[in-house]
């Protein structure tokens, strides 16, 4: 089994590149038995998504 160091390393490599099969493997084993390094990749998520959101102007403002 994957360490935690290396799970986080390999979720936050996914973002850049597409992992190999057996890269995935091991993630998804490691994922299944580790709920802090789960709870890493959903705030992984929510980070790009707010950074997505940011660099395409952020939401819309309205005046009042």
Do not use: V
């Amino acid at each position: 089994m994957k360490s935690c160091r290396e799970a986080t390393r390999l979720m936050s490599e996914s973002q850049e590149r597409r992992l190999q099969l057996r890269e995935q493997a091991s993630l998804k084993l490691h994922l299944a038995m580790c709920a802090p390094c789960r709870n890493f990749g959903k705030q992984l998520s929510i980070l790009r998504g707010i950074s997505k959101s940011y660099a395409e102007g952020g939401p819309e403002r309205t005046e009042d």
